[in-house]
């Protein structure tokens, strides 16, 4: 087992068994929260692997107990003027960068998944989840729009489950994200990991370039989440987050009170 210390992550770590990549997002204390340094991070980790020949797969999975719970609201909060919208275009290209990897991609789940942590498992090939894991769209519930990862739910639950379950922010079961198509696989009687780790052993069997041909084709043949989709998606993102709708949302947020959403009805 080897660990890639070519670039000194600071909130991941990549580990290099035989053809397989694990990359490990690394801010436990945070939920594994997506920031500014997380994004970049995982972006040059995901163009490095996909470049290097000898890896076959690549699993993402989250150090603690929460996969990923989303955006990190202390930098969503931080922001402004022209960085938001930087921000949400980078997002939108890891998802992208994600979604598009010629290797095989699986991502292991389990705690609590909010929102971009949602977008970030649902790009990849396989998911596979814990028993107890909670999932939630809370957007909405702070103002805000899940606009980058909205291309790649909708793929994977179709427009109108996902429309339900982003205006209602409800939190649901890891039974229920299988039932609709956001989960493949669900560790019942074994850890996560392990589910993962039969899962690789089976894509091990196939051909290499055979296997390579398959994302080609497949990447090339469903609705690609193209430029156009990329810019107008992260373009909703930006708009959410300079709105002082989302300013009131993230402030009750950490207030620990309900947003007076009152003021904003009539604006329309």
Same mark, same amino acid.
């Given at each position: ?11 991941? +770590?990549? =580990? ?6 694990? %990359?490990?997002?690394?801010?436990? #204390? ?5 920031? #500014?340094?997380? %994004?970049?991070?995982? *972006? ?17 999975? $989250? &150090? ?12 969503? +909060? ?6 938001? #919208? ?24 389990? $705690? ?6 949602? $977008? ?6 396989? =998911? =596979?989840?814990?028993?107890?894991? %909670?999932?939630?769209f809370r957007d909405a519930r702070l103002g805000l ?18 429309? +339900? ?13 299988? +039932?609709?198509?956001? =989960? ?9 990991? #392990? ?13 290499? &370039? ?8 497949i990447n090339t043949l469903r609705p690609p989440v193209?430029?156009? *989709? ?7 993102? *930006?708009?959410a987050r300079g709105s002082a709708e989302a300013a ?21």
């Amino acid at each position: 087992m080897t660990t890639n210390n070519t670039t000194p992550y600071r909130s991941l +770590q990549i =580990v290099i068994k035989g053809s397989i990549a694990s %990359i490990i997002l690394s801010r436990p #204390e945070k939920g594994n929260a997506l920031d #500014e340094m997380l %994004i970049k991070e995982l *972006t040059l980790a995901y163009d490095r692997l996909n470049a290097n020949p000898s890896i076959r797969i690549i699993v993402l999975s $989250g &150090e603690g107990r929460h996969f990923c719970t989303g955006a990190d609201l202390t930098w969503v +909060q931080a922001g402004k003027g022209k960085d938001i #919208e930087e921000e949400s275009l980078a997002l939108a290209n890891l998802f992208r960068t994600i979604a598009t990897s010629s290797k095989a991609t699986i991502a292991t789940v389990q $705690g609590s998944v909010y929102g971009g942590g949602i $977008g970030l498992f649902a790009t990849n090939d396989f =998911v =596979v989840a814990s028993r107890e894991a %909670i999932f939630a769209f809370r957007d909405a519930r702070l103002g805000l729009v899940p606009g980058t990862i909205a291309p790649y739910i909708v793929r994977r639950t179709g427009a109108g489950k996902a429309l +339900q379950l982003m205006l209602t922010g409800r939190r649901f079961p890891t039974l229920e994200a299988w +039932q609709i198509g956001l =989960v493949d696989e669900v560790a019942r009687n074994v850890m996560p990991h #392990e589910k993962t780790n039969q899962l690789t052993e089976k894509i091990l069997f196939g051909g290499p &370039e055979a296997q390579l041909a398959i994302k080609e084709m497949i990447n090339t043949l469903r609705p690609p989440v193209d430029e156009f *989709t990329r810019d107008y998606s992260a373009g909703v993102l *930006t708009r959410a987050r300079g709105s002082a709708e989302a300013a009131e949302g993230i402030n009750a947020f950490f207030e620990k009170r309900r947003p007076d959403w009152t003021k904003f009805t009539n604006q329309r």
